[in-house]
């Protein structure tokens, strides 16, 4: 499974995009990019996935590098309740999810 | 929909008791999954089940847990007897497996935060 690395840490000014980078540079070619958020004292919740096109959905966006080696998660505007920790996770078995530490995004007003 | 439905919300319990965590998952999934989350460990998946049977219990600790899914629609993660350094937050997640090798949508519960004194 690949292994992903992404910044301990980032902050967005609220209304701005947020700009989550990760890399996966051993991803293989039929593993998807998934990206989850955990809010504090919530569970994990899916934002988004993606294989090799970019995709976008009602929360958010996901760019993937055209080698598949790294992808970046877009907030178009983000809001004080986005600010939580962000996994990044790709290369995965079927059925089981390994969440990194992730990126804990803090949205400053 | 409910959601993934887990109890109790919190636990308090003293070393060497039995805990039972439950979780009911979301009507129509054939997966569940349990994890484990600390500040020093981060989010671990600890077993998961596809239809009510385990594929893989490699991330549970050690004999003092204990996975079951009678049905599809319940499943309990026991520790026993227990120690202060079981405590944490423990989630359950489910999902719809697709096709192919894609990882799955897994749907979290709001977590059971236990505490053994």
């Known amino acids: 499974d690949a292994k992903t690395t992404q910044p301990p840490s980032m902050d967005c000014a609220e209304g701005r995009a947020a700009n989550l980078p990760c890399n996966h540079s051993?991803?293989?070619?039929?593993?998807?990019v998934y990206w989850y958020r955990q809010i504090h004292s919530q569970g994990p919740q899916y934002i988004i996935h993606?294989?090799?096109n970019n995709e976008t959905n009602e929360m958010a966006s996901l760019i993937i590098t055209e080698d598949r080696k790294s992808s970046t998660l877009i907030l178009p505007h983000a809001t004080l309740r986005d600010t939580a920790v962000y996994y990044c996770?790709?290369?995965?078995?079927?059925?089981?999810?390994?969440f990194g530490p992730g990126t804990s995004l803090s949205v400053i007003p | 929909d409910a959601g993934v439905i887990q109890s109790p919300r919190h636990e308090v319990t003293e070393m060497g008791q039995e805990v039972t965590l439950r979780c009911k998952p979301i009507?129509?999934?054939?997966?569940l999954f349990w994890y484990r989350q600390t500040m020093m460990r981060g989010l671990e998946l600890l077993i998961y089940?596809?239809?009510?049977?385990?594929?893989?219990d490699s991330g549970m600790p050690e004999d003092r847990f204990s996975a079951k899914m009678p049905n599809a629609s319940f499943s309990t993660l026991k520790i026993q007897p227990s120690e202060p350094r079981d405590s944490a937050v423990y989630f359950c997640?489910?999902?719809?497996?697709?096709?192919?090798?894609?990882?799955?949508?897994?749907?979290f519960g709001p977590g059971t935060r236990l505490t053994v004194l």
């Open positions: 997640a489910s999902s719809l497996p697709g096709s192919g090798r894609a990882t799955d949508t897994q749907y």
């Open positions: 051993t991803i293989s070619g039929n593993e998807y």
């Open positions: 993606g294989l090799k």
């Open positions: 996770i790709a290369g995965t078995s079927y059925d089981k999810v390994i």
């Open positions: 009507s129509g999934h054939n997966s």
């Open positions: 089940f596809n239809n009510n049977v385990p594929i893989d």
